[in-house]
């Protein structure tokens, strides 16, 4: 789903709604996760008495999303609250079909909820009228996180239109439709995998002439529920669902963070957002490979706890990814920032929190010590635009590099490292790795929940590349590869990274090298020196001739490689020269 996205973009943009003369606080948390580009959108419209609270789920696209959301946004506030459900439909069919008439491409799945506040009738109850257009979800929970059991999929409160639910699949077919599988999901004409949806006109060409008779509609399907003041409301995108978070762990989880938000709040006020971003990130660890919204309600007026937006900026260990930075930016632009502004904002957090993570100390390296302390006001600006553009520019040289040969040329070596490539120099000291074939790798980053598949994977199975960091919370490593004008950098599990098998040379060849080998290290603090490649030793080394093992490092300022033997599991420091790759 992510097209070619090297890793996710994790940023996780809050937004809150609240105030004394509204009747709920809401938190919003949306992240880009695996997408090329974010799709989803929103709508929160609230009066003195009503809410309408909507999450919109856009594929192919943003535009069905966003003009959709738009378009709700103004009816409500124009005409108010619809009053019952065919006036629920009626809208969205209308909207649905100047949207149609406008010729633009993508769809949307929706789904929302109509709040009306207690009246002196209700028991203090809250009425809830819940309308869905796709599979996007409405939970209902309570405050020791128990889920409200609904009738909907997986207990919720509503019901994923899938094209293989029975009812779903008879309008689809009488329609002119048909429902196909494909690779274990069910979708309509083998293509769209909803069956209720704005937009998507080419699924909209037969049965009719009534809106309602189409293989994919946007009617919505309505149910109605009561709640109390101590519960709390979550709409979901699929994205969320998609993953292995069943709808009662959301909740729960959602729960535990709203509690420890009014715990650790000065004055116990309840943070909407904060929870919500919780949900996001752990859909995106439960293996989410699609965009991820989550909105949570809370009944009541209250001040929002926080600023109305902001942005919890993510690793920016992948901008000189053109899809992945410009996903980046596009999440920075939902609250007004540039992405040098994001990127300072991650700087920032990365100081603050380096003590607590090596992952995250290892990520501040990748800013080369930062701007001076000193240096603040339009300079310090500067200084992360400059970083940002070297990285921008990184990418833009990656078709320009020339060491196709120089992990097998043991002679091009010295030539090659005194050149610079296109902002990427060879490294002194370094971790050679081979990667799996295309059966194992596959498979690997299929089952892993940070990676995606890309087919441009298969131009590196089997081959030699280095690794140039490596990332201990998701065992995985970025592995740089050199192949004639065409290098890649890419995420691998750790799992399909070996190190390359080698032989040593003959016993003269050997014996010759270690004898030779005068390269030496200097301790710091004893200024002794000290030497990576051991003394010749007959007994110890000539066993070693013709041996084949694995190469684990090399150290250029050496000339030095370190192999493990197999058979023995002993690892030796030998002169780079006597080590030659096993064909």
């Known amino acids: 789903m992510g097209q070619g996205m090297p890793k996710a973009v994790t940023s996780v943009v809050v937004k809150r709604w609240g105030g004394p003369k509204v009747p709920f606080r809401i938190g919003l948390a949306e ?78 799945t929706a789904t929302f909820v109509i709040v009306t506040l207690p009246t002196p009738t209700s028991e203090g109850k809250y009425d809830l009228r819940v309308g869905n257009i796709g599979d996007s979800r409405v939970l209902l929970g309570h405050a020791d996180g128990t889920m409200v059991e609904g009738e909907g999929t997986d207990g919720c409160l509503t019901t994923d239109h899938k094209p293989d639910h029975p009812s779903e699949r008879e309008r689809i077919e009488r329609c002119g439709g048909t429902v196909q599988e494909v690779m274990g999901v069910f979708r309509v004409n083998g293509d769209l995998a909803v069956s209720r949806a704005f937009g998507d006109s080419q699924y909209k060409q037969t049965g009719g002439p009534d809106q309602r008779d189409h293989p994919v509609v946007a009617a919505p399907e309505h149910t109605r529920h009561e709640c109390t003041s101590q519960d709390f409301l979550i709409l979901v995108c699929d994205g969320i669902s998609e993953s292995n978070f069943p709808n009662r762990e959301v909740v729960q989880l959602a729960a535990e963070e709203l509690k420890r938000a009014g715990e650790e709040s000065p004055d116990g006020t309840v943070d909407p957002g904060i929870a919500a971003a919780a949900v996001v990130r752990k859909a995106l660890e439960r293996g989410s490979k699609d965009n991820l919204s989550c909105m949570i309600v809370l009944f009541g007026p209250g001040e929002p706890f926080g600023k109305e937006k902001e942005i919890q900026p993510g690793a920016v260990d992948s901008l000189n990814h053109d899809g992945f930075r410009k996903a980046y930016e596009a999440m920075a632009a939902h609250v007004g920032m540039t992405l040098p502004e994001a990127v300072e904002a991650r700087y920032t957090y990365l100081q603050e929190q380096k003590e607590n993570s090596p992952e995250l100390k290892q990520e501040l390296t990748s800013f ?85 598949w890309d087919s441009r994977y298969l ?125």
């Not at 856009?58 to 709700?72: D, E, F, T, V």
């Open 368 to 452: 080369n010590g930062g701007p001076p302390e000193e240096m603040q006001g339009e300079e310090r600006t500067q200084w992360f635009i400059q970083w940002v553009q070297t990285q921008s520019e990184a990418s833009a040289g990656d078709g320009n590099d020339r060491m196709a040969s120089l992990m097998r040329d043991p002679n091009f070596l010295e030539m090659a490292q005194q050149q610079w490539f296109q902002q990427d120099k060879i490294p002194d000291k370094r971790e050679p790795v081979v990667a799996a074939g295309e059966e194992e790798l596959r498979t690997a980053i299929q089952e892993h929940f940070a990676l995606q």
């Open 31 to 108: 992240m880009n996760g695996w997408r090329p580009s974010m799709e989803d959108a929103h709508v929160v419209v609230m009066q003195d008495s009503w809410g309408f609270l909507g999450v919109l789920d856009g594929h192919g696209g943003s535009q069905c999303s966003a003009a959709i959301a738009g378009r709700l946004t103004q009816e409500l506030e124009a005409n108010g609250k619809p009053e019952d459900d065919e006036t629920v439909t009626n809208l969205a069919l209308k909207l649905d079909k100047e949207y149609l008439d406008e010729g633009q491409p993508s769809g949307s």
């Open 459 to 583: 131009s590196v199975c089997g081959k030699e590349g280095i690794i140039l960091k490596r990332d201990d919370s998701d065992n995985t490593s970025q592995v740089r590869f050199y192949m004639n004008t065409t290098p890649m950098t890419a995420w691998f599990p750790n799992e399909t990274l070996k190190p390359p098998r080698v032989r040593v040379a003959a016993l003269d060849e050997l014996r010759t090298a270690m004898e030779e080998h005068s390269h030496a290290e200097v301790n710091e603090t004893t200024q002794e020196p000290v030497k990576k490649v051991p003394s010749w030793d007959e007994a110890a080394h000539a066993k070693l001739q013709g041996s084949e093992g694995w190469m684990l490092k090399i150290d250029d300022t050496m000339e030095a490689a370190l192999v493990r033997f197999p058979e023995t599991e002993e690892e030796v420091w030998l002169p780079r020269s006597s080590v030659g790759y096993d064909s």
